[in-house]
């Protein structure tokens, strides 16, 4: 054989082995990839519903769904109260109140920070559509808020929770 030739014939080989292996390690992270989002990688849209489902908790009229949707070491410093809730029966209690207003709450802005697997912080703006018990007469109050979860046993729960009635401008 030509020694040309033979020069070509191993370069384009071993290029084709070159190939053949960057495209089998290409496959072998695209399949990592696709096997860490099925095990476990947080998107935005996961950390949004989340809201979603404690506000679904709100609609029940019961105190302990909604507590049950917060950890046990959970921080709650309310819209509606002073005191600061620091445990189940706390939180809870300040529900029992809060609810008597049937609150139905719907995000205006939202800033999403997953941080890890485990945790995200969901801050913004909300606007909460309230009922007088008394009167019947509906009003809407804008907040801000901020939830900071943390995936426990395999569920995502509320580890602390700021909502603080928006100040007007000035």
């Not at 020069?7 to 190939?19: E, M, S």
Request: cysteine-free; glycine content about 8%; proline content about 4%.
């Amino acid at each position: 054989m030509n020694p040309k030739i033979r020069t070509r014939a191993v370069i384009a080989t071993a290029a084709a082995a070159a190939a053949v292996g960057t495209f089998t390690a290409g496959v072998g992270v695209a399949q990592a990839g696709d096997e860490q989002s099925r095990r476990g990688k947080v998107t935005e849209r996961e950390i949004a519903g989340l809201f979603d489902q404690w506000n679904a908790a709100l609609q029940t009229g019961d105190p302990e769904k909604v507590a049950d949707r917060y950890a046990q070491d959970a921080v709650l410093l309310p819209t509606a109260s002073p005191k600061i809730r620091t445990n189940h029966a706390e939180i809870a209690d300040y529900f029992e109140h809060f609810l008597q207003k049937k609150p139905r709450g719907e995000k205006i802005r939202s800033v999403i920070n997953i941080l890890d697997a485990n945790s995200a912080i969901d801050a913004g703006l909300y606007r909460f559509h309230l009922t007088d018990p008394a009167t019947g007469a509906t009003k809407a109050v804008e907040a801000r808020y901020t939830y900071e979860y943390e995936k426990r046993g395999g569920k995502w729960l509320i580890v602390n929770h700021h909502s603080s009635v928006l100040p007007a401008e000035g």
